[in-house]
């Protein structure tokens, strides 16, 4: 059992930016790490750095953080993970449901096993559900079995197996 998180896991604001996009860099540096299909591509930065204020901004979209306590006279302390969600609302003629997915959520490699993933998840399902979420939806790359070990202790259960082809390799 990870012990309980000392920081504060919070919804981000846009003074946030920065520190997000640099963990969101690092999270999709050891995706591409761990699997080469999820390469990081050579504008991720400049997209990230255009996406999430555009995240930010949008009222289906929620983006999360968690941060250690501040230290001194400093009024944040330092970002070492996110969590990013949305809302699919679709019209009952396709779906019934409201469905709540959790998109990405990233922890800093030395706040691991802190409790720090589970208390951003937690939160953004609180956020989702008070959204109208009526299932919520995560996906997690293969090569992630921690999280996917977190999301099945969490009551997540595998509802697809999604398999890929690159048509460049044909």
Known sequence: MAAEYPGSVRAARRGDLQQLVDLRMRFLGETAHEEPRLRLLPDARQRTEQALPVWMGQDDRVLL???????????????????????????PVFQSQHVGEIAECYIAESSRGKGLGGALVKLLTEVLLGRGATVLRAAVPVTNPGARAQLDAAGYAPLQFVMERRLNAL
């Open 65 to 91: 953080v968690a941060e250690t306590p501040a230290e001194g006279d400093e009024e944040h302390g330092e970002l070492v993970g996110y969590a990013m969600g949305f809302l699919n609302v679709w019209p």
